[in-house]
């Protein structure tokens, strides 16, 4: 099955919200992603259904990954890989220098995709995560183009 990254319109809101509402790390409600299709730059893939998201706040020459998650049912296939480099492909020809995001300090597998695709750990914010397992810290990373 062959997928492609594309901006996401109106219309894909309903798809966004039910892969944020059943595979999102804090899910989102569905005012705060319709603010996010309207504010904020959201790539999608998909085929002939939207299987996973990515928002991305850009203020002059820097972005900031809000937000990434795949359906579940599609992980281990590369295709997180696939949303996240074309999506900073359109970013860098928008002229955007450098992409910024933060992660859980648990979560290895994210972590993993990030440094494949060239991001690079800057700083830790300490206690940042208040989760029902305890507090973790966030690690903050920097993509330069």
Request: proline content about 1%; overall charge negative.
């Amino acid at each position: 099955m062959k997928f492609a990254v594309r901006k996401a319109q109106l219309s894909d809101l309903d798809s966004i919200f039910a892969i944020e509402q059943a595979h999102g790390f804090n899910p989102r409600s569905l005012k705060q992603l319709l603010f996010s299709l309207e504010h904020h730059q959201v790539w999608v893939l998909a085929n002939d259904q939207v299987i996973a998201f990515a928002v991305f706040q850009c203020v002059l020459d820097e972005a900031e990954l809000l937000n990434i998650v795949l359906n579940k049912a599609f992980q281990g296939q590369g295709l997180a890989k696939q949303l996240l480099s074309q999506s900073l492909e359109s970013l860098q020809q928008q002229g955007i220098l450098q992409c910024l995001l933060e992660v859980g300090e648990s979560n290895l597998t994210a972590q993993g995709l990030y440094r494949t695709l060239g991001f690079k750990e800057i700083a830790v914010r300490k206690n940042y995560y208040h989760l029902a397992s305890g507090v973790q810290d966030a690690l903050i990373f920097e993509y330069r183009f």
